[in-house]
């Protein structure tokens, strides 16, 4: 048994915030965080069970799982009897899954507390897997797969990781396929359930004003009683480094052509995490993004350009979106990528240059850090965020390396945004997915 108890300044109008971590007998990890100034009791249920834990021929079950989970009948209760719950609760519950974490979430008033663990827990040991209710759920996810067309973000993302982790479980489509998702039965999802919905492989985190030992308390009492011992799974090795550049083409229903540019990228365990998040910022997100800068203009490139980083337990990504008028994708393209090659050299920090011209010139790095600390802390101030990611980083972070995020982020130097620059961007190969609109038919 494993306890910590933590007193940190909390990151809200100065108020102090409690932290209890311990480890169930079982194995389940477990997370407290008393905010006086928090309304609502957050909790959510980490499950470590992806798309990375599927073979080629079930590709879709964990979604279809995750539906189930959140929709379906336990052994308790109905589907109808749980919505009525809900709201006789007045409780907020959703569920996620991507490719390493499944996550149910909840968010509640304080005094109905005990309802969300003990559901919570119907869901881990008691779901019940009505043929009727699966088969409702695989023609809502068929449905899902269908709009992909509709969202060049989500269509893109899937495309880019299928060919930047080829061959490898990260390469596998959150969402599924249509086909396997069909063929799915019951007993696989219940194969699934059995393996995966047990203590080892599950975290929790609660976050709102709550008195630690009486919650504590209460979590023991609900989630110590015998619960299924999961089966042994192989461990996910990394993916592989691409060999050589990609290019693959699809139709879309827009007026505007979506081109992705993806690179492989350190994983979240990764030394090199930090500085690609805050090289990240400056391309992309930050408040004078390089990439903005270069695309727009007199001459403009692209109508809009952003960045995402993926950052997955054993690899990474990140995706470059530019959005444009279809017959200027190319040259949007040759700009991204000729700012990219110029990364591993470019002066981020006002002490790259002489001391004379430090206040002529644009500090990124250091306003890059500052909008990093800014949306850390308004991130944090967010109940079931916080729940969400702490729940996740329970299951993700490897034991041989804890991340302390805020001290390896203002930690970084302009050198090593250009050494990482160099080694994601400069040298290696890329995949590029080209979204097109789909001639209408007149």
């Not at 109808?80 to 996550?103: E, P, Q, S, W």
Request: proline content about 4%; overall charge positive; hydrophobic content about 40%.
């Amino acid at each position: 048994m494993i306890v910590v108890l933590l007193v940190l300044g909390s990151l809200s109008l100065g108020a102090r915030e409690e932290r209890r971590f311990f480890v169930l007998d079982k194995g389940m990890r477990v997370l407290l965080q008393n905010r006086q100034d928090t309304p609502l009791i957050n909790v959510a249920l980490g499950i470590d069970l992806g798309a990375k834990d599927e073979n080629p021929g079930g590709n879709g079950r964990v979604h279809l799982l995750e539906h189930l989970l959140l929709l379906g009948s336990t052994k308790v209760r109905s589907p109808g009897t749980m919505i009525k719950d809900l709201r006789a609760k007045g409780a907020y519950f959703n569920a996620h899954t991507d490719h390493d974490v499944m996550t149910l979430e909840l968010s509640l008033p304080k005094e109905n507390l005990d309802f969300a663990l003990e559901l919570l827990k119907e869901k881990m040991n008691q779901p019940a897997f009505k043929l009727g209710e699966l088969e409702h759920e695989k023609q809502v996810i068929a449905r899902e797969i269908k709009m992909l067309k509709e969202d060049p973000i989500k269509l893109g993302t899937t495309l880019a990781l299928a060919n930047l982790f080829k061959g490898h479980a990260y390469g596998n489509p959150v969402y599924g396929t249509a086909e396997h998702i069909a063929k799915t039965t019951i007993k696989d999802i219940k194969s699934l359930h059995e393996n995966y919905l047990v203590p080892t492989h599950c975290s929790i985190c609660l976050v709102g004003h709550m008195n630690l030992e009486q919650v504590e308390k209460k979590v023991r009492a609900i989630f110590e009683s015998p619960l299924l011992t999961a089966k042994k799974t192989l461990p996910l090795s990394s993916p592989r480094a691409l060999k050589k550049k990609v290019e693959i083409e699809d139709k879309i229903h827009n007026k505007q052509a979506y081109t992705v540019i993806g690179f492989q990228a350190p994983s979240l365990n990764h030394p090199d995490y930090a500085a690609m998040n805050v090289l990240v910022h400056i391309l992309g997100r930050g408040p004078n993004p390089l990439l903005h800068r270069i695309l727009g203009g007199k001459n403009r490139a692209a109508e809009n350009v952003f960045v995402r980083y993926i950052s997955l337990k054993h690899a990474g990504a990140v995706l470059f979106f530019l959005v444009s008028e279809p017959g200027k994708r190319k040259l949007a393209v040759f700009k991204t990528m000729k700012l990219l090659k110029r990364t591993s050299a470019f002066r981020y920090s006002k002490d790259d240059f002489l001391q004379e011209r430090q206040s002529h010139v644009f500090d990124y790095l250091g306003s890059t850090i500052n909008q990093i600390r800014y949306r850390s802390r308004e991130a944090g101030e967010k109940g079931l965020q916080s729940a969400i990611s702490n729940a996740r980083y329970m299951l993700l972070r490897e034991k041989s390396r804890t991340i302390n995020y805020m001290k390896e982020i203002q930690e970084i130097t302009a050198a090593k945004l250009r050494e990482a620059a160099g080694k994601y961007f400069g040298r290696a190969k890329d995949v590029r997915v080209f979204l097109v609109p789909m001639k209408e038919n007149k």
